[in-house]
């Protein structure tokens, strides 16, 4: 079965950094584009970094030069490093193998992040 879990949001204070980790079973996460996405309340779904097999990297604008996606494929695990938060930051994370080719994509149930003052 396939797992994705997320770790790691919580409450932190505007400028502050919080690390989320999502670690995957079940799937061969060498060759797994791996990305985060966040929903905001009220708002729509929208893609925070990917990084693909290849280590190619991608962005929001809303969070470029803030937030450090990796991956250590010996571990299956992939991190969103996130400083400065901002308040607008404030969603649920979550975990996601994106689609590749005809194969299907996965999400992890998500993790909060709240930055409040």
């Known amino acids: 079965q396939v797992q994705l879990v997320e770790s790691g949001g919580g409450l932190v204070q505007p400028g502050g950094s919080l690390t989320l980790s999502c670690t995957v079973s079940?799937?061969?996460?060498?060759?797994?584009?791996m990305s985060w996405y966040r929903r905001a309340p009220g708002k729509q779904r929208e893609l925070v970094a990917i990084?693909?097999?290849?280590?190619?990297?991608n962005y929001a604008d809303s969070v470029k030069g803030r937030f450090t996606i990796s991956r250590d494929n010996a571990k299956k695990t992939v991190y969103l490093q996130m400083n400065n938060l901002k308040p607008e930051d404030t969603a649920v994370y979550y975990c996601?193998?994106?689609?590749?080719?005809?194969?299907?994509?996965?999400w992890g149930q998500g993790t909060q992040v709240t930055v409040s003052s």
């Open positions: 996601h193998k994106d689609r590749i080719g005809l194969l299907p994509e996965y």
């Open positions: 079940g799937i061969i996460f060498a060759i797994s584009p």
């Open positions: 990084a693909t097999q290849d280590s190619r990297i």
